[in-house]
């Protein structure tokens, strides 16, 4: 944080939100910045001195409309933008639809190798218990 003429510190003009924390630290670093306590913010805000308790202490899921209102009350704006890193590791709406899907193998359809593996070893048993190679259909019993 900067330095403001009185030598208090000052709010960033930007500031990265990267968790919960983070955010409740803004929010009462904020505050305390503008000589405020929790229930003059709350109230005005529009929201619970408990609610705002919670926000500034990390705690996850608070709603997005309750801390619009919020910001609006601190006079701050929430700003969202694309980080570049960010965008390069996720695919474009393009690539995912580029993507194919297979269908996945069932028994029906083992690969190759092994299926070659399991007609041989089916066979091999069925000769043994004196059956009629699965393969030919002339030889089963109607």
């Given amino acids: ?7 208090e510190d000052a709010m960033p003009e930007e500031f990265t939100l990267t968790g919960w924390s983070k955010l409740g630290g803004l929010v009462r670093d904020t505050r305390l910045s503008q000589g405020l306590s929790q229930a003059a913010l709350a109230a005005r805000a529009g929201v619970a001195r408990s609610w705002l308790a919670r926000v500034e202490a990390g705690h996850r899921g608070a709603e ?7 910001f609006a009350a601190l006079d701050l704006t929430l700003t969202l933008r ?13 690539r995912r639809r580029a993507v194919s899907v297979q269908k996945p193998r069932t028994h029906q359809d083992p690969p190759d190798e092994v299926g070659a593996g399991l007609r041989a070893a089916s066979q091999a048993r069925r000769a043994s218990w004196g059956l009629p190679d699965a393969g030919s259909r002339d030889n089963r019993d109607h």
């Fill in 64 to 70: 997005l409309e309750p801390l619009l209102r919020l």
């Fill in 82 to 94: 694309s980080n570049s890193d960010a965008s390069q590791a996720r695919p474009s709406p393009d």
């Fill in 1 to 7: 944080m900067s330095s403001n003429e009185d030598g």
